[in-house]
């Protein structure tokens, strides 16, 4: 153990004192978060450039009110309030007499205006638009430009254009709009956990919100942050056991230490690098969280089973890694098993999302009942507000802890042999003969 | 007791026999010189010593035990090919490999024997930066800083120039003298010569030579000739009694049939050109392994 000891501490330290892996712990949340982090920052960073939109209003109806709204948005809305800074652009309208005679050939005139860049888009608002009938091409209002699907006016049209139709409606009806604002009053269900009964008071504890923050995005990102760890050291532990097989380095070693003391000190060395950055993440995540003011998200209760499982998960993957590593004889060879070694990570992360959504489902249950992926699919349940039964919690763990011996044992052997053959290809066939013959 | 003891090792990968029923003897306190062609068994052999790998029958006994790795800590090893962290620092690395072996720091000893093999300038540079030399006598003292009983020396020599070469020999003879059992393996017959008190050659596998340089060369008998001439090998065809030539350029060496008369050598060596020097010796070690190993050799003797 002393000399497992003294190597973990050599490979500990060549780890975490290199610039690779400070900038590492820095980039590896941004890559992984990086889509979200990204959109916040360039959420407001919109084309502000103003944009002229033409409206052939068939119905002759509704195009007014688009008019007023386009200038009351104008006037409102695209400046910050603070700076007074232009945030958004303004529209310009631009009403367009129906062509009754020729309706395709005004359609193509006004497209040919905006490919020119004359306009942004055009609206053709059908004629039965107020009280649609049995003819869908008579109340249909269609939007054309260059990229209608992504198009935050088409987007904004909605409101004013359906505000103006109900306003028409009503007063056809001959109601009074004032009359009736609870008629568009819109009622939300509110999403609620289960009423509990505290243990040491026998009180009744009333249920608590959710929200899909805590039932999406929590669970997420805990099993993101198991993710993050797998990867941060198990591909390094293939490269690392390839490289000083290469370079000779493990003859040397197999001179002062047995095979398995070897595996073993590079395995735990992986572990205590991925403790470090996982605290670094955690605690710091805890702190910004709760000077955000959300400390309530925040899963304590599944943190001791994050730690547990992170351990069984690098040293199961690890001494995979380890084993297969060993099998190779250059580069390329460890470039070709980066893949295989992943894949036990990578499947949880391809089914995780019917697992969030359904975190009782049979699918769900078996699957993070399957040892190699227990460490995320588990964890993921047990991050969700209503956790998990604690016997698949138990048999997850016992599962996990039985693969990962067998792990341990099978990489070892296989880490014994290979490691000083060389010139030998990785074969499947030969990994799994050292494995069970040693 | 025996420093390290081997009996009846056999060692085989796949199909191929790498070493088949091998014994000898180590005494303690010996230099004992490992030689034999490439892929003849030599690394093989050192590698079950250092129980890297198992011998699949056979039984290996380092400084009296026999058990598996019991005596790990008080042999070492350096393999051929040299094996160093590139990004770790001279002294450093030292310290790691003592500590490793020893479990107590090792400040004292890596900073005497960077001394002694001039290196203390670099003790705080990184290994990536040493010259090859420099990166062998390194790897040299971190196969002794931990103070071993045996040190196995594969190849220690092996791309070393000559004043390297001396500095290492002389730390080799140096841990001799304090009582270690040096076993090393080399191409260098005459480095066997000069250093080694046991002489093992294994060849395809199978010892073919064991004991001391005398009593291997009395083995082959006082069969050479070793001349110098005005005309060189140009001089010595066909002599009588004469069945191979080996001219190694300013010197040549003539080996002898059982029945040869030295005398009528020499007069018809004297007849053709002007003789420097004619010694009647036993053969070279160089000589008896290219007998044994090389093209034209007749059968493969059982030391």
Request: aromatic letters at 8%; charged letters at 20%.
């Amino acid at each position: 153990m002393r000399k497992t000891l003294r190597l973990v501490r050599r490979e500990y330290k060549a780890a975490v004192k290199t610039k690779g892996f400070i900038i590492g712990l820095v980039l590896a949340p941004i890559f992984m978060g990086g889509g979200l982090i990204a959109f916040a920052v360039f959420k407001d960073r919109v084309d502000t450039t103003d944009k002229a939109l033409a409206i052939v209003d068939r119905s002759g109806v509704v195009a007014q009110a688009v008019v007023e709204a386009a200038e009351n948005r104008n006037e409102n809305e695209i400046r910050d309030e603070k700076t007074g800074k232009k945030v958004k652009p303004a529209y310009a309208v631009e009403l367009v007499e129906p062509d009754q005679t020729d309706l395709e050939n005004q359609r193509l005139e006004l497209s040919n205006r905006v490919r020119r860049g004359e306009l942004h888009a055009f609206l053709d608002i059908g004629p039965g638009i107020v009280h649609p009938g049995d003819d869908p091409n008579a109340s249909r209002i269609a939007y054309y430009a260059k990229n209608s699907a992504m198009d935050d006016m088409r987007r904004w049209l909605g409101w004013p254009i359906n505000n103006r139709l109900r306003q028409l409606r009503l007063a056809d009806a001959g109601i009074d709009e004032s009359e009736v604002k609870d008629l568009f009053h819109w009622a939300n269900v509110e999403g609620m956990g289960l009423v509990s009964v505290d243990v040491a008071s026998g009180d009744i504890q009333k249920a608590k919100k959710t929200n899909e923050i805590e039932a999406i995005l929590v669970p997420i990102v805990t099993m993101m942050l198991m993710f993050l760890m797998v990867m941060m050291s198990v591909p390094g532990m293939l490269h690392s056991v390839m490289e000083e097989k290469t370079q000779r380095i493990a003859e040397v070693l197999l001179g002062s230490i047995s095979p398995f003391e070897f595996m073993m000190g590079k395995l735990l060395a992986g572990i205590a690098v991925s403790l470090t950055s996982s605290a670094v993440y955690l605690i710091g995540g805890v702190l910004v969280i709760r000077h955000m003011g959300f400390q309530g998200y925040i899963p304590y209760a599944v943190l001791p089973w994050f730690f547990v499982y992170m351990l069984l998960a690098i040293l199961m993957l690890g001494a995979f890694a380890a084993a297969l590593g060993a099998t190779c004889s250059e580069p390329k060879d460890a470039q070709s098993l980066t893949f295989p070694i992943l894949v036990p990570a990578l499947i949880p992360m391809f089914t995780y999302f019917p697992i969030v959504r359904e975190p009782m489902s049979s699918f769900a249950t078996w699957m993070s009942l399957f040892p190699p992926f227990t460490p995320f699919l588990m964890l993921l349940r047990q991050a969700t507000p209503g956790g998990v039964p604690p016997w698949q919690a138990i048999a997850g763990l016992l599962g996990v802890i039985a693969f990962t011996l067998a792990f341990v044992w099978a990489g070892g052997r296989v880490f014994r042999v290979a490691l000083l053959l060389q010139g030998t290809p990785p074969k499947l066939g030969n990994i799994v003969r050292w494995a069970l013959r040693g | 007791m025996d420093a390290v003891c081997l009996q009846g090792v056999t060692k085989t990968f796949g199909k191929t026999v790498a070493v088949s029923d091998l014994s000898l003897a180590v005494p303690p306190g010996s230099v004992y010189g490992f030689i034999g062609p490439n892929g003849s068994g030599k690394t093989t052999t050192l590698r079950m010593i250092m129980n890297i790998l198992y011998p699949d029958r056979g039984r290996i006994m380092v400084l009296g035990e026999s058990r598996r790795g019991a005596c790990l800590d008080r042999l070492s090893y350096m393999p051929e090919e040299r094996g160093l962290y590139q990004r770790m620092k001279v002294r450093e690395l030292l310290e790691f490999h003592g500590e490793l072996k020893t479990g107590r720091k090792v400040r004292r000893q890596a900073d005497h024997w960077l001394e002694r093999l001039g290196l203390t300038d670099w003790a705080t540079k990184k290994v990536e930066t040493l010259s090859k030399g420099m990166s062998q006598k390194l790897q040299f003292i971190a196969t002794v800083i931990s103070e071993p009983e045996v040190v196995i020396l594969d190849e220690p020599f092996a791309g070393l120039d000559p004043v390297n070469a001396e500095v290492i020999r002389e730390a080799i003879l140096q841990l001799q003298s304090q009582g270690v059992t040096i076993v090393f393996s080399t191409h260098d017959m005459g480095v066997a010569e000069t250093m080694c008190d046991y002489v093992f050659m294994i060849f395809r596998g199978r010892k073919v030579l064991d004991g001391t340089l005398d009593s291997i060369q009395s083995r082959y008998g006082t069969d050479t000739i070793r001349l110098r001439t005005n005309d060189g090998a140009a001089a010595l065809e066909n002599l009588p009694g004469i069945e191979k030539v080996n001219d190694f350029g300013r010197m040549q060496e003539l080996r002898m049939t059982p029945d040869c008369d030295t005398q009528a050598v020499l007069t018809a060596v004297m007849s053709r050109t002007r003789v420097h020097s004619f010694d009647i010796v036993r053969p070279s070690l160089h000589d008896i392994f290219v007998r044994i190993a090389g093209p034209e050799a007749r059968e493969v003797p059982h030391a």
